[in-house]
């Protein structure tokens, strides 16, 4: 009996030392990011399938290809739970800020036409998801934006450049590709 009751410290003593992930971002940055992963979780069982990958895609109005979704999915180390989720934005986050193509790739993921993002979708998601913005702040941000008056689309190539040093001839080539 006294073996198993040392078992059960020890057992306790490791939950508590260990790297929990959850203990790496505050309880507001974790639901966040459970909002996140419920509404990529189409299908509503609790893993982010290729199919949950591509509904958000096509809700989006982004086209991807299948080698794309598998890309993202083989870059978890098993099935994509909501710890595993936390594990790969844990793994990911320098603390400080994301590198330059990790923003780039972040405005590109919004694109309708590559180089031009839809700036009244963009505004609903600012205002819907993570940490939401006000009507005022989203006009203030457009404000900053290249913004054609006609079609409303946001110039994300511009975009890219003005947020991220050396971005623009990159963006240009892949808004050309």
């Known amino acids: 009996m006294p073996a198993s009751k040392g078992s059960r410290s020890s057992s306790k003593k490791a939950k508590k030392g260990g790297s929990n992930v959850f203990d790496m971002f505050t309880q507001k940055q974790v639901a966040e990011f459970k909002e996140g992963f419920q509404v990529m979780d189409r299908d509503r069982d609790g893993i982010i399938s290729k199919d949950d990958l591509r509904g958000v895609f096509d809700e989006i109005g982004r086209i991807t290809s299948d080698s794309d979704l598998d890309e993202m999915i083989a870059d978890a180390p098993g099935p994509i739970n909501f710890t595993t989720l936390l594990h790969m934005f844990a793994s990911r986050s320098s603390g400080e800020s994301d590198d330059d193509d990790v923003v780039a790739a972040a405005f590109r993921a919004f694109e309708k036409e590559p180089g031009q993002i839809d700036s009244e979708s963009f505004k609903t998601m600012l205002m819907a998801f993570g940490d939401k913005f006000t009507a005022q702040e989203v006009d203030d941000a457009f404000e900053q934006m290249d913004i054609d ?29």
């Open 149 to 177: 008056e006609d079609t409303g689309m946001i110039d994300s190539t511009s975009l890219i450049s003005m947020l991220c040093a050396g971005a623009g001839k990159e963006g240009e080539e892949e808004a050309a590709a």
